[in-house]
């Protein structure tokens, strides 16, 4: 009786559609990777804390051990992507304090989406730095994102290559560092109108902390011969 009580107790509810599915699948497979390793995968205990049934994970996900990875690097993947879904602002003769406003813009919606996905920021920042092929997606993400940071910031602030690429990668750096302090509040009953505020409080830092990133290399350069 008691190991029957136990097994309810672990079980989560199942969630309503076929894309929450997907989600909690991943999310707990991934969780269970991180605890217990590659060779101790267990369907049965990651199907009852995702709350998908057997059933269904071999009908849309697959039977083996290597069809579950691949779905999660996929699925994490294509989840990471949409922090990359705003539009380009590399626009030849766009003003500094036009790009800083859309760039600021960029990271509130980037924030916002790490509230409504609130599985999706932790683990970026825990297998960011990891060698494994979850960490696949992120570098792909981050080397994207660096790559058409460092073509705006050429664009629109006049900096030679190597410069912008250094500063875009400093970019990203600053971008998630907001994004993780900002993360706690994901997790609390805060409301939209609480959580609004606080991100316009960080979003005006990042751009603040921008402005003096960009000044001392304006600074810099002024100064050489």
Do not use: C
Not at 12 to 37: M, Y
Not at 137 to 147: G, H, S
Request: hydrophobic letters at 40%; charged letters at 25%.
């Amino acid at each position: 009786m008691k190991s029957r009580t136990k097994t309810t107790q672990e079980q989560t509810a199942s969630p309503a559609s076929k894309q929450e599915r997907f989600d909690a699948f991943a999310v707990a497979t991934l969780r269970w990777i991180e605890a217990h390793g590659l060779a101790r995968m267990n369907l049965t205990q990651i199907s009852k804390r995702s709350g998908v049934s057997r059933a269904w994970i071999y009908k849309y996900i697959g039977s083996s051990q290597n069809d579950w990875i691949l779905h999660d690097v996929r699925h994490f993947g294509a989840a990471l992507g949409r922090f990359d879904s705003e539009p380009q602002y590399g626009i030849k003769g766009l003003s500094r304090d036009e790009w800083l406003a859309n760039s600021r813009h960029s990271w509130m919606a980037m924030a916002r989406l790490g509230r409504q996905v609130a599985w999706l920021l932790p683990l970026y920042f825990q297998y960011r730095n990891r060698k494994s092929g979850i960490a696949e997606p992120i570098r792909e993400l981050e080397a994207r994102v660096d790559a058409r940071h460092a073509r705006e910031l050429a664009q629109v602030f006049g900096l030679d290559r190597p410069t912008a690429r250094s500063m875009a990668e400093l970019l990203t750096g600053l971008r998630s560092s907001l994004a993780l302090y900002v993360q706690p509040a994901f997790e609390t009953s805060m409301s939209d109108a609480e959580f609004e505020k606080l991100l316009a409080e960080r979003a005006d830092q990042y751009v603040a902390l921008v402005t003096g990133l960009v000044g001392s290399v304006d600074s810099r350069e002024a100064l050489r011969p």
